[in-house]
T-cell receptor
């Protein structure tokens, strides 16, 4: 099992450009999450999904959109990137919402110039 | 307003000694607490958790203590090993309603010196 994988690992964008971050999990988990981590901050939830075809806003959703067309994939989109979105993005998945084991991907480092 | 606080950004201990990482929370609705460990350039990995109905949970070298009245939890690592050097995040969740949100602290960087 690959667990949770994220694509790409690193990306540089110019302000105003768009991109999509891909998260894939092969554990048949229902719940998937996107977090961002900034220096000196904990992980903050951007959006999450409780199942295929469903998404919901987290703590810091502005500027991002998500889609969960397939159970194994959770996409995070930036329509018009801003320097404030420079961060490390982590995807996670879990079988149940209170399952202690949220499995995290290795992260995507995004730099917006 | 931070609901989960890890007031020590860093901690340094000698190999073989005890490491104690602390975490405070303000939201009385939190009833499940977790510790995650993170190495550089990797995603966080789950370490240990505790439900609010317990005051202690032990897993090998790792023990988490919960003091509900003080809204405080701590992670003890005994004995500490150099491989334990990582950032440790405390996280909390409320099992009531439809809150799917894990609230994380800012993390504590633990360095275990050989």
């Amino acid at each position: 099992n690959a667990g949770v994988t994220q694509t790409p690992k690193f990306r540089v964008l110019k302000t105003g450009q768009s991109m999509t971050l891909l998260c894939a999990q092969d554990m048949n988990h229902e719940y998937m999450y996107w977090y961002r981590q900034d220096p000196g901050m904990g992980l903050r939830l951007i959006h999450y999904s409780v199942g295929e075809g469903t998404t919901a806003k987290g703590e810091v959703p502005d500027g991002y959109n998500v889609s969960r067309l397939k159970k194994q994939n959770f996409l995070l989109g930036l329509e018009s990137a801003a320097p404030s979105q420079t961060s490390v993005y982590f995807c996670a998945s879990s079988l149940m919402v209170l399952q202690e084991t949220q499995y995290f991907g290795p992260g995507t480092r995004l730099l917006v110039l | 307003d931070q609901q989960v606080k890890q007031n020590s950004p860093s901690l340094s201990v000698q190999e073989g000694r005890i490491s104690i990482l602390n975490c405070d929370y303000t939201n009385s609705m939190f009833d499940y607490f977790l510790w995650y460990k993170k190495y550089p350039a990797e995603g966080p990995t789950f370490l240990i958790s505790i439900s609010s109905i317990k005051d202690k949970n032990e897993d090998g070298r790792f023990t988490v203590f919960l003091n509900k009245s003080a809204k405080h939890l701590s992670l003890h690592i005994v004995p500490s090993q150099p491989g334990d050097s990582a950032v440790y995040f405390c996280a909390a969740i409320s099992s009531g309603g439809s809150n799917y949100k894990l609230t994380f602290g800012k993390g504590t960087l633990l360095t275990v010196n050989p």
